[in-house]
């Protein structure tokens, strides 16, 4: 697995901003789908979830926590399988060892036992089914500020695990980030062909990659062809498609936010369009606005959409 930590021009951790509380929400809606099917899937702290319109209400996080997103790809009508069971792994082996890893979900999706009932074999339409990933895992961090004697002096801040295969993205909004007006970035790059074109050709000129030549929008539709995904298979058939995924590290702050979504909400509302989250942001509404917008952009929703957003103040 490709394992980095995020770009270096995000500020460091300050522990005057220390986090004392942390809350999420999550949306889920099916949206015009030509093929009239939910192919996305989460996982939201405890549970697994593929419903055809839905929204969690805001839960209040203490300790360590787990979100993902999958994202059965719309080439195969039976991909939501492979989306669910991707998530249907992360729930079980969160709840076995807080702990997720790519290939932990690849060996518990492709053994059998688990995602077929009564010891029956996988369904042969299933073979081939695909799915993406995009999964924040969070793990606190204490510490004990001296200048402060009450009750509150055990303040956290959180070390981030961003695992992601596919084009399912995880976003950050720092409002500090100067380059970015509403304060959203990227923080993922997809797994398709343009991307694995521009870091060739940056290989070829023996130059880093510029990350804005990254996610680029409006090239041809043959370029974005996913690279790497889950899949539904034997051994012979996961062989044919990159099952490493990419991970990375990074240290929030009070203030920060993180989004994990599907590319149904990023292909049509691109992050630049995204209202600012701030401490008196009501999240629900917060994600009830962003479907709106994703219903009333030029693709009209044409693909399902699932976003998770997270809150550190």
């Not at 394992?3 to 809606?29: E, G, R």
Request: one cysteine or more; a negative charge; proline letters at 3%.
């Amino acid at each position: 697995m490709n394992t980095s930590p995020i770009v270096s021009s995000l500020s460091p951790i300050n522990h005057h901003d220390c986090i004392k509380t942390v809350q999420a929400c999550a949306i889920t809606f099916q949206g015009n789908a030509s093929n009239g099917l939910q192919q996305d899937a989460f996982f939201f702290l405890d549970d697994w979830y593929q419903e055809t319109l839905g929204i969690m209400p805001i839960q209040d996080i203490d300790g360590q926590f787990c979100l993902a997103v999958s994202d059965g790809v719309a080439s195969s009508n039976y991909s939501q399988h492979c989306a669910k069971a991707v998530v249907k792994a992360i729930a079980t082996l969160w709840q076995q060892k807080h702990s997720v890893s790519i290939d932990d979900i690849y060996q518990w999706i492709n053994n059998p036992k688990n995602i077929c009932k009564n010891g029956k074999k996988l369904n042969p339409k299933w073979l081939g089914a695909c799915a993406t990933l995009a999964m924040v895992q969070a793990c606190p961090n204490s510490f004990h500020n001296n200048n402060n004697n009450n009750d509150n002096d055990n303040n956290k801040s959180y070390n981030i695990t961003i695992t992601h295969m596919g084009d399912s993205r995880v976003y950050l909004q720092r409002l500090t980030d100067t380059q970015n007006t509403n304060g959203w970035r990227w923080l993922t790059r997809d797994h398709n062909l343009l991307n694995e074109l521009v870091k060739q050709k940056a290989d070829e000129q023996g130059i880093a990659v510029n990350p804005d030549d990254y996610n680029k929008d409006g090239m041809a539709g043959s370029l974005y062809g996913l690279t790497e995904c889950f899949m539904l298979g034997n051994d012979n058939d996961l062989e044919d498609i990159g099952n490493e995924g990419t991970q990375q590290t990074l240290t929030v702050q009070a203030g920060d936010c993180l989004l994990i979504c599907s590319d149904g909400i990023h292909d049509l509302v691109p992050c630049q369009d995204w209202q600012s989250i701030d401490a008196d942001t009501k999240l629900d509404t917060w994600l009830k606005d962003l479907k709106n917008q994703v219903y009333h952009s030029k693709g009209r929703a044409y693909d399902n959409g699932t976003a998770i957003v997270v809150r550190f103040d």
